[in-house]
């Protein structure tokens, strides 16, 4: 009796043992399974964060794109505008060629019409009035120098000899007075009058235009003459003086 019993508790036994087994096979399965399901979600969980990046990536990428359309768009406008204003320029550029051959034979002439204007004039400051013509040729065979340079320098020399008939000057210079060289003031008022006096004022004289030669001038002149010589160094006061002048000529 007590072996029967014995044996069925062997018998017992050996099925709860298999099922443990099985059990902890299914267990360990499951393990697996989850941790399999485990590492594909964070494979998932990768893919998608790549995914999110690579989009928001491309819509970067977009976004520059759009800019750089727009910015291409205006440089192309810019790039269409400077070559209107570079054909615009080239037309002005040939028109300027045109010009400078026009202008450059009009410059020597006025050059060659103060040349001569000095030459025919009343001969005061003619050191000065000569070398100034004869930088302005030297001017005109320069060629680092604008054609407009030139033109402005033509056209400063004729406002400097305007300016000499409206204006009243003091210079000191050199005359040859009884086959000496004397020093001398000269005073020119405008284009009306030039005259001399030398330093101890005992000899004075003013220029003949028509004779185009040097008058002596009298003793009566001699306080006059030393008063314009201060008004002109604006040592007085201006005020009216007597000069000898030449008749006007008949028309």
């Given at each position: 009796m007590s072996w029967l019993v014995a044996g069925?508790?062997?018998?017992?036994?050996?099925?709860?043992?298999?099922?443990?087994?099985?059990?902890?096979?299914?267990?360990n399965a499951q393990?697996?399974?989850?941790?399999?399901?485990?590492?594909?979600?964070?494979?998932?969980?990768?893919?998608?964060?790549?995914?999110?990046?690579?989009?928001?990536?491309?819509k970067a990428v977009l976004k520059e794109i759009e800019g750089l359309e727009v910015?291409?768009?205006?440089?192309?406008?810019?790039?269409?505008?400077?070559?209107?204003?570079?054909?615009?320029?080239?037309?002005?550029?040939?028109?300027?060629e045109v010009i400078n051959r026009q202008?450059?034979?009009?410059?020597?002439k006025m050059i060659e019409g103060l040349e001569q204007f000095v030459d025919l004039d009343v001969p005061f400051l003619l050191e000065e009035r000569t070398d100034r013509i004869a930088s302005l040729w030297e001017l005109m065979e320069r060629q680092d120098v604008t054609v407009a340079e030139k033109f402005r320098k033509v056209t400063e020399a004729f406002q400097i000899e305007n300016d000499y008939g409206r204006t009243i000057?003091?210079?000191?210079?050199?005359?040859?007075?009884?086959?000496?060289?004397?020093?001398?003031?000269?005073?020119?008022?405008?284009?009306i009058a030039l005259v001399y006096q030398t330093e101890d004022g005992k000899i004075s004289g003013v220029w003949d235009q028509q004779g185009?030669?040097?008058q002596s001038l009298g003793n009566e002149y001699k306080n006059q003459i030393k008063f314009g010589l201060q008004i002109a160094r604006k040592q007085v006061a201006p005020d009216l003086v007597l000069m000898p002048v030449d008749a006007p000529e008949a028309g």
């Open positions: 069925s508790a062997v018998f017992v036994l050996l099925p709860s043992f298999a099922m443990a087994q099985s059990l902890e096979r299914v267990l393990e697996r399974r989850t941790r399999l399901a485990q590492e594909s979600q964070e494979r998932v969980d990768a893919t998608v964060k790549q995914t999110r990046s690579l989009e928001d990536q491309y910015y291409n768009t205006l440089l192309q406008r810019q790039v269409d505008n400077q070559v209107l204003q570079l054909t615009d320029l080239e037309a002005s550029l040939q028109q300027v202008i450059v034979p009009i410059m020597t000057e003091a210079y000191k210079g050199t005359l040859e007075l009884d086959g000496a060289t004397r020093q001398v003031d000269f005073l020119r008022i405008g284009r185009n030669t040097w």
